[in-house]
């Protein structure tokens, strides 16, 4: 089988760029926010082949020769019966703050899924909170400057920030039961929050930052677990790690995503969505941090980020006039999805026609495509299904070595 194009839905909502995701895409701006680029098979978003086949079609027609034989390949023998990928490729461009969320693993969401299905909810339905069957790892590498929250901050530093804005008195003494007495403390918290944000004062970079979450979002619950969060800021090149578990929110900034092929969210609060505070309760961890930063900005044509906890793999290939001006990649496992975000490439498989790839255009390789070959000048992320592996659950905080 040979390659294909292929052609991603945008998804609009409130916190996306007007101009990002056009100017990847390199379509005029549509007047509304473009939020994200979805890569995948996904129901609520599925990719379609250029020709207009939707790609779970294209997978499900056949599913060995698209993503391989061996069942060591996450959810392949699932994904051969449903025509899915286990992973989830996007672009996120975001020009205001997302909520802040925490996502299930593995088990709490098929146990979640299974509860929602026997109680008669579709998976349409608003009122669920696992619309999937799947765990929700992501990981994102920043294609700009990018800010967000991410995993508890520690104990003493909770206290500091506490203390410095003048507030909840009762928690500097016992930081590690914040998350717990913010949860179940309701907007009271993000009052008081407000109203010790409108002086000045020592740690003016967290007050900066949660004001213009209180500006977009005022009086909202939400406010008071973000003031628990670790500030994360990642350069161009840089990575971010969100197991499940991990509270976290995404400021501003653009990346490329890779996540398990999954939509289960549940939101404490700075948003228009629904929020689950019990939900979000039973699913964070309660250790400091869990997000973890990779700083692989710098070095090599090719680099990628995985590890053994993790059901999918992101690579991205940097061709330039300093490299020989092609790559070669030994046959896939299974599925791989290539997205170029800067250049102009072609992809040369055996016994096909090449594919031209430039800056925002994307393609599927199967399996049974064999070893294909990068040539040209630009920049092009790599996506792909990892072995099989069981993720860690919420209790865990494995951190991955440095890619």
Known sequence: MRPHRLDNPVRHYAWGSRAALPALLGHAP???????????????????????????????????????????????AVARRRGTLPFLLKVLAVAHPLSVQVHPDDPTARAGFAAEVAAGLSTADPRRAFPDPNGKPELLVALSSFDALCGLRDPSDLAALLRALGIWPDLTAAPEGALDAVLASGPERAEALAAALEEDGPRQADRVRLRTLRDRFPGDAGLACAALLRPVHLDPGEALLVPPGVLHAYLRGVGVEIQAA????????????????????????????????????????????????????????????????????????????????????????????PTALWRGQSVVIPASAGAWTLRGTGTVFRAAANARVDLPGPSADRRPPPA
């Open 262 to 353: 999954s939509d289960n969210v549940a939101r404490a609060g700075c948003t228009a969505k629904p929020t689950a505070p019990a939900e979000v309760t039973r699913l964070s961890r309660r250790t400091p941090g869990g997000g973890v930063r990779w700083d692989t900005s710098a070095g090599g044509t090719a680099r990628s980020w995985e590890t053994p906890d993790l059901p999918f793999r992101l690579g991205r290939i940097d061709l330039g006039p300093g490299t020989a001006g092609a790559w070669t990649a030994p046959p896939p496992a299974s599925a791989e999805i290539l997205l170029c975000t800067a250049g102009e490439l072609v992809l040369q498989t055996r016994g096909a026609r």
């Open 30 to 76: 549509s007047g509304r926010p473009e939020a994200e680029l979805w890569l995948g098979t996904h129901p609520r978003a599925p990719s379609r082949l250029i020709d207009g086949t939707p790609l779970s079609e294209w997978v499900a027609s056949a599913a060995e020769a698209v993503l391989g034989a061996a069942e060591a390949v996450l959810g392949a």
